[in-house]
């Protein structure tokens, strides 16, 4: 049997609440305003702070745990936000790792090198000019050797004056006779020829066979040193059936070697020397 249908209570009566207390001041927000001056781009996060996001959540029936993940994610965006007419302070971006402002120290120069470098800029005549001049003196010779160093004191000077370049060369007659030519490097004068003593038969023979085998002139061969390392030539001379080339390069002052084949034009060695 069905019974008589349940009745159900009449709602309870709620007493009427008074007035709502004027609250004494506008309340700090998180952002560190006030909450009644925020700007427009914070007018609707205006007085909200991470507790009252958590609280709202949890109103809403959400677990505690995804309450405090959601309001731990919306502060930022809470705290960003500040007064508009506040001025905004921008950190420095910080210099980038290894870009040191600070200039590295000058490269120190050797004894070699600043040797080197006196000499050079003491020198006016350059080799193939002075090559010249000496193969001139010696009737049908060739240039076997030259080399730019300083001049040895003389007997009419021989205080520790002013040193004066010179280019020492060797220059072969027809029938093998070697020739000492010096050549002033800043005058272009002959200072000095003689034939060296000493000089036999078989040596002789030995260096005309020599410079006949050589196909390669010492320009060319100077030509193709310099075409790879620009310089000043400073020596050339014969090395076996190559020729012996130093370049010397005027931004750092090292010598480097070139030994080019005396038959091919061809470079065999190299060799840079920065001491």
Request: with cysteine; hydrophobic share 35%; net charge positive.
């Amino acid at each position: 049997m069905v019974g008589p249908p349940r009745r159900r209570p009449a709602p309870r009566a709620r007493a009427p609440r008074g007035p709502r207390p004027a609250e004494k001041g506008p309340r700090p927000s998180r952002a560190g305003g006030l909450s009644g001056e925020s700007g427009p781009a914070c007018a609707g996060a205006a007085g909200v702070t991470g507790a009252d996001m958590t609280r709202q959540f949890r109103l809403r029936g959400l677990p505690a745990a995804v309450a405090v993940c959601a309001a731990a994610a919306t502060a930022p965006l809470l705290t960003g936000c500040g007064n508009a007419d506040e001025p905004r302070v921008t950190a420095a971006a910080p210099s980038a790792p290894g870009t040191a402002t600070a200039t590295a120290p000058p490269r120190r120069t050797t004894r070699d090198q600043a040797e080197r470098k006196a000499l050079i800029q003491a020198t006016e005549i350059p080799w193939d000019k002075a090559a010249g001049t000496a193969v001139a003196g010696v009737r049908d010779g060739r240039l076997t050797e030259i080399e730019l160093r300083w001049a040895r004191p003389t007997v009419a000077s021989p205080g520790a004056g002013p040193r004066t370049p010179e280019w020492d060369t060797a220059v072969a007659a027809p029938d093998g006779t070697l020739h000492t030519v010096r050549v002033d490097a800043v005058s272009g004068q002959v200072t000095e020829s003689r034939v060296d003593p000493g000089q036999d038969q078989d040596d002789k023979r030995e260096l005309t066979a020599r410079l006949a085998a050589a196909t390669v002139t010492p320009r060319q061969a100077a030509d193709t040193a310099t075409g790879r390392t620009k310089g000043t030539v400073t020596a050339l001379q014969p090395d076996d059936a190559v020729w012996s080339v130093d370049v010397v390069t005027t931004g750092d002052w090292n010598k480097t070697t070139y030994d080019v084949d005396a038959r091919t034009g061809k470079v065999v060695r190299r060799h840079v020397d920065r001491d």
